[in-house]
């Protein structure tokens, strides 16, 4: 392709009229461009369009255009600029930077990734599991109503003259939401669990394990409040914040977004501002500097692997993808950058991350191995 053809299918992916033919050229252009020959048609396709920044602006609001179409999500290894992955939204083409060094990727099986479902338990014990429900009122309990609405549970309180006890549990493999009584949004990660009451009368206190992103509707009368076992409280008045509280991670960690939380752990207590993050294991910590959009990247159906070790990975892959991870021969060393669709196979997953060196077998269906 010489450089008219080039200049060409970027004004017209700049104007919206690639056909479809033109838009896998330019992606695959775009995959195998060199850095310096990329600046230079940018700068000269900006003159006379909407971007009109230097040319780093203008490579990262391409970038974010990208993104935000959800046309391509790149993942970059720790040598991106030599090598890295881009995969179409909505399929399975994976284009490739060449790279001299690059092995021969072997094809493993497909695992298919988690879907929408959960498993809810009612105050009188019965068990219900929502994966294949149909939309309607599912139960009734002390007058508060159970819907189902496109895999999200809701609580209808208005007629409840007490309060029992519900459980929702997502397996592995699985997220889910949650409308509760007061209209608080509880986005729920894999292998996680929240009990709740079925109407909020006098308090508004949920159990929390795993991994959640809450939305709490405000009701300075009555606060709301996340127990995380007999490790840690959360006290919200009205916020946006996602609470990591996996048992295999290193710390409980609460994000902040919007809004304002206090964490209590013993005697210990802080306040949160939006970007900030609360760490507890055997202290009570504050990180002022976390990259909030990694922290929520699950509920958006992205895995962020920047600056993440293998096991972190593997960890999020293990809960997503119902694995056993082992590891043959020690831990790499190894950190990824970049960002995977959550919507992918794990085979696809795995191509991705091989490109940073790290290879995997897989066996007996359900055992990952990672290899040296």
């Known amino acids: 392709m010489n450089e008219e053809q080039k200049l060409l299918l970027l004004n017209k992916y700049m104007d919206g009229t690639l056909t479809s033919e033109e838009e896998l050229?330019?992606?695959?252009?775009?995959?195998e461009a060199g850095t310096s020959e990329f600046h230079h048609l940018l700068q000269q396709v900006s003159k006379g369009t909407i971007y009109e920044a230097p040319r780093p602006e203008f490579l990262q609001e391409l970038d974010r255009k990208l993104r935000q179409e959800g046309k391509v999500r790149k993942m970059r290894t720790w040598w991106w600029a030599a090598a890295a992955v881009l995969l179409l939204a909505g399929s399975s083409t994976w284009l490739v930077f060449k790279h001299p060094a690059n092995k021969e990727i072997a094809v493993v099986k497909d695992i298919a990734p988690g879907k929408t479902g959960a498993i809810l338990t009612l105050a009188n014990g019965d068990v219900i599991e929502l994966d294949s429900l149909k939309n309607g009122i599912i139960a009734t309990q002390q007058g508060t109503s159970l819907s189902l609405q496109n895999g999200t549970l809701s609580y209808n309180a208005k007629d409840a003259a007490e309060a029992s006890y519900n459980t929702i549990r997502t397996p592995k493999a699985r997220q889910f939401q949650v409308v509760?009584?007061?209209?608080s949004k509880?986005?729920?990660?894999?292998?996680?669990?929240?009990k709740?009451?079925?109407?909020?009368?006098?308090?508004?206190?949920?159990?929390?394990?795993?991994?959640?992103?809450?939305?709490?509707?405000?009701?300075?009368?009555l606060p709301f409040k996340v127990k995380i076992g007999d490790n840690a409280t959360i006290e919200v008045l009205g916020t946006r914040f996602n609470l990591n509280a996996y048992s295999d991670e290193q710390s409980i960690n609460t994000t902040l977004l919007e809004g304002s939380v206090k964490v209590n752990k013993?005697?210990?207590?802080?306040?949160?501002?939006?970007?900030?993050?609360?760490a507890v294991n055997e202290t009570l910590t504050v990180n002022n500097d976390v990259n909030t959009d990694q922290v929520i990247a699950w509920k958006t159906g992205i895995f962020n692997f920047d600056g993440l070790g293998i096991e972190a990975v593997m960890r999020q892959l293990s809960r997503w993808y119902d694995i056993e991870v082992i590891y043959e021969q020690g831990i790499p060393s190894t950190k990824f950058y970049g960002e995977i669709g959550r919507n992918l196979n794990l085979s696809q997953v795995?191509?991705?991350?091989k490109l940073s060196g790290v290879h995997f077998r897989i066996e007996n269906g359900k055992r990952l191995v990672v290899l040296p």
């Open 266 to 278: 013993g005697t210990q207590s802080i306040i949160l501002k939006p970007g900030q993050q609360a």
């Open 180 to 183: 509760l009584p007061d209209g």
């Open 25 to 31: 050229a330019f992606f695959d252009w775009y995959a």
């Open 186 to 194: 509880v986005w729920m990660n894999a292998e996680s669990s929240l």
């Open 196 to 221: 709740y009451p079925t109407a909020f009368i006098k308090d508004r206190t949920v159990e929390i394990s795993g991994e959640a992103y809450f939305e709490v509707a405000k009701n300075a009368a």
């Open 350 to 353: 795995l191509e991705g991350l």
